[in-house]
Nanobody, 127 residues
Framework: QVQLVESGGGLVQPGDSLRLSCTAS??????????MGWFRQAPGKEREYVAG????????YYQDSVKDRFSISRDNVANTVYLEMNSLKPEDTAVYYC??????????????????WGQGTQVTVSS
């Protein structure tokens, strides 16, 4: 059984920073074999792709609206993927999910391309 557990969400003010973590576990799950992604879902909206990272961490991808503010990284020893979020805006408010994809290509923006999902962590940006 594969588990992805997100942490690090919270309530912050506009302009603040947060660092989300997602740690993977599972007897048959080899973290380094999976491309990882972060998605988010705001109330009343569809889940959207935020960022992705290749198996080795060499390649990263971002949604345009977060490109200059967010940074994705991973630690294949710790089985953890991170999302560093800076200059947060109210429109970043959402539940953030991490996901794992066994696809060949690392750049995958569709939810259906991902095999495993975390339970989500709430990020609220408000003054």
């Amino acid at each position: 059984q594969v588990q992805l557990v997100e942490s690090g969400g919270g309530l912050v003010q506009p302009g603040d920073s947060l660092r989300l973590s997602c740690t993977a576990s599972g007897r048959t799950f080899t973290f380094s074999r999976y491309n990882m992604g972060w998605f988010r879902q705001a109330p009343g909206k569809e889940r959207e792709y935020v960022a992705g990272i290749s198996r080795s961490g060499e390649n990263t991808y971002y949604q345009d609206s977060v490109k200059d503010r967010f940074s994705i990284s991973r630690d294949n020893v710790a089985n953890t993927v991170y999302l560093e979020m800076n200059s947060l805006k109210p429109e970043d408010t959402a539940v953030y999910y991490c996901a794992a994809a066994s696809t060949l290509m690392a750049y995958r923006i569709r939810s259906s391309d991902y095999d495993f999902w975390g339970q989500g962590t709430q990020v609220t940006v408000s003054s």
